[in-house]
T-cell receptor, first 113, second 111 residues
Framework: DADVTQTPRNRITKTGKRIMLECSQT?????MYWYRQDPGLGLRLIYY???????NKGEISDGYSVSRQAQAKFSLSLESAIPNQTALYFC????????????FGPGTRLTVL | KQEVTQIPAALSVPEGENLVLNCSFT??????LQWFRQDPGKGLTSLLL?????REQTSGRLNASLDKSSGRSTLYIAASQPGDSATYLC??????????FGGGTRVLVKP
């Protein structure tokens, strides 16, 4: 089945460390997104990309960077992790030619100590 | 700025009862609205997508309606089952291709 996968699924790190979250998809979609989910704040968009050469900031991009290595791969980096970046992170994809429905990966639970 | 609200935040019903989940949004200039299901600690599963030109979408026991002019969508789940227990999220896509999510309704279906 065409799918969206995320690695790692769980990560515990320390303040100041650099970490990378990876997303891969086999859906053949051009558009990819990174969200974070926090209790009481819902899901918020961090970055999105419409193709390999396109990167756009979302509503909460400070402290994050992304890389679109290929159509199927979109990575999120935290250059210097801080405790308030503890959250559940989701990658998503969509295809505008089929209505724009977004499909989400299983998530990465990140804890910054 | 688009705001999406889901009321109630939590709902508990006996098995077999129909579920009615509400979603309201402040800016009616949307491209589409999507309903998701999320199980605890898990990812989001897309349930239904309604384009702005549509009034409703159906999939099995699920039916979602959209009234753009009043900024409302309703998700109906017929004959609820314990396996329907989850959090249900709605999200609207407007200009800028950004999905704005509601806070979700946590549903418990009691056997």
């Amino acid at each position: 089945d065409a799918d969206v996968t995320q690695t790692p699924r769980n990560r515990i790190t320390k303040t100041g460390k650099r970490i990378m979250l990876e997303c891969s998809q086999t859906k053949g979609h051009d558009r990819m997104y990174w969200y974070r989910q926090d209790p009481g704040l819902g899901l918020r968009l961090i970055y999105y990309s419409f193709d390999v050469k396109d990167i756009n900031k979302g509503e909460i991009s400070d402290g994050y960077s992304v890389s679109r290595q290929a159509q199927a791969k979109f990575s999120l980096s935290l250059e210097s992790a801080i405790p308030n970046q503890t959250a559940l992170y989701f990658c998503a994809t969509s295809d505008p030619t089929s209505g724009g429905e977004q499909f989400f990966g299983p998530g990465t639970r990140l804890t910054v100590l | 700025k688009q705001e999406v609200t889901q009321i109630p935040a939590a709902l508990s019903v006996p098995e077999g009862e129909n579920l009615v989940l509400n979603c309201s949004f402040t800016d009616s200039a949307i491209y589409n609205l999507q309903w998701f299901r999320q199980d605890p600690g898990k990812g989001l599963t897309s349930l239904l997508l309604i384009q702005s030109s549509q009034r409703e979408q159906t999939s099995g026991r699920l039916n979602a309606s959209l009234d753009k002019s009043s900024g409302r969508s309703t998700l109906y789940i017929a004959a609820s089952q314990p396996g329907d227990s989850a959090t249900y999220l709605c999200a609207v896509r407007a200009a800028g291709n950004k999905l704005t999510f509601g806070g979700g309704t946590r549903v418990l279906v009691k056997p």
